[in-house]
């Protein structure tokens, strides 16, 4: 069975609609959830978010935004908190064991693509995934992971997220799902 590699980042609006696509993908291939930072990525490669650098991709992106959650009937709330800083989101997402990593990433999504709500309260984080995992967010081992991720993502063609990676082959955002398929048949 081949493997998808899935770079995401909460913050990324993007990554939260190829989330909620991934369960295609079950049977089918092993889905690997690989949380990273995304200003880490943007830093490393001189990248900045789609809609901070020409005024005109604000408004698009939020239309683009609106048809695709439409598309895939998926609930959207504007975050108030856009763009959030992640890094103790994607530290609590590799804190998590593998097997409930792609819950947990969905449930977190949900709270912040999908009501809009602030993923960087540690109360909130607390509810959603437990004091135990929030704890871990602190410790170097899974501070170190997190950095690794985004690392390993950059040195492999990462520019952005979502990106996944079939064996050496990088495919990047939420639309190239189609050729992902194609690539695990």
Known sequence: MKKIEFFYDIVSPYSYI???????FEGKAEVVWRPVLLGG?????????????????????????????????????????????????????CA??????????????????????????????????????????????IKNQLKANTEEAVARGAFGAPTFFVGDEMYFGEDRLFLVHEAIK
């Open 41 to 93: 990525i943007f830093k490393a490669t001189g990248n900045s978010g789609p809609a901070f650098t020409v005024a005109a991709k604000m408004p698009y992106m939020f239309k683009d935004l609106e048809r695709l959650v439409a598309h895939y009937q998926l609930p959207f709330a504007m975050p108030a908190h856009f763009p959030a800083n992640t890094v103790t989101v994607q530290r609590l997402l």
């Open 96 to 141: 998590a064991s593998d097997s409930e990593r792609a819950a947990l990433t969905l449930k977190l999504y949900h709270a912040y693509w999908g009501q809009g709500k602030d993923i960087t309260n540690v109360e909130l984080l607390t509810e959603l995934a437990g004091a135990e995992l929030v704890a871990k967010t602190q410790d170097e081992a």
């Open 18 to 24: 190829a989330a909620t696509q991934m369960a295609q």
